[in-house]
């Protein structure tokens, strides 16, 4: 499933956002449903949202630019509707400068909070108007913007995955102790803190709570198994991973030649060649559906998928880690001094990492992250 939606590039940095961003622009309307909006909210309240998206894009910017200055780039920031997480490769081996780019991007909502806070007066009036807490307005745009800043800050310094809390838990706790161990507890802590939060949302009645819970329970084992990966990928790069013993079809045979090979073959995804050289995948779905149509004499170049995402075989296997899982069957050609070196998929590498970089200690918890028991 398609989860994360491509928006743009600023600085060369990409944007995206995953689909539950969705629910938070559904929140903020049922909200103003509730409260009887009036058409010149509407427009209120859309600047809002591009409010909200500018201060999570900005908590965002308060990530990256803490990596800039101790020389890491950001490659890409996914938007979630409790702010975001920022794609930065390889990060330092320095703990102190972990936590500094981590504790980053809150305290930029927290210092916008703050110079907010300058325009509101008086403060505490504003918490007790009911009027303020409904619908968005020109009276109390400011004294909104202020909460959400206010809470995205706070939020994420909860010690739960994935929020920047979390995160920052698990370096400390990798301070005495084995990291995979310390983001084994930082994970189990954030299904504790989930569950209460579920739990207090029925106790006290209210939907957000439950969301909320619903969201860390969801993303946080999501968020350990990446981690982890990452730990055990460390160092690991793509020439290294790569399978040289993979399933290929040629461009230029038709369906009906490549129909025997499926019948000794259970290879999902093939690679295409072209005079050596990898030109797409097809995935065997493709092959047999041409057959059930009958449509014997098209070349695998009609249907296969033309592969524009070559990897250098000089990458890091770590950075590339939320984007092959994202597609878990796909096969990558992995390219080593431009030349053809091979392929990867995501399956491929959790095997050679289980069986190449992951410690006994290491093994059972990301075998059964995997899934695979
Ligand atoms: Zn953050």
Redesign the pocket.
Known sequence: MKTVFSIGRIFGISISFHWTFLLLILWIALVDFMAGIRPEEIVWTFIFLISILLSILA??A??ALMAYYFGIRATGVILLPA????SIPSLPKKPGQEILI?LA??AVNLAIAAILLLFVHPYSAYWFDPENIGAVNGGNFIFQLQVINLSLGLF?LVPAFP??GGRILRIILAFNMNIVKATRIASILSLIIGSLLILLGIVIVQVLPVLIGLFILFASRAEEYYLQLKTIAHGVRFKDALMHDYDSVDANTTVMHVSAMLINNHSKFFIVMENGNAVGTIHRIRIIESIAEMKYDVKIRALMKPNLEFIDGNEKVENYIEKLASKEERLYPVMDHNHFAGVVNFQHIIEYLLLHAASSREYGRIKSLAGLG
């Open positions: 908590h965002e308060g990530h702010g975001g997480v920022a981590t991007g809150p994420n929020m920047d």
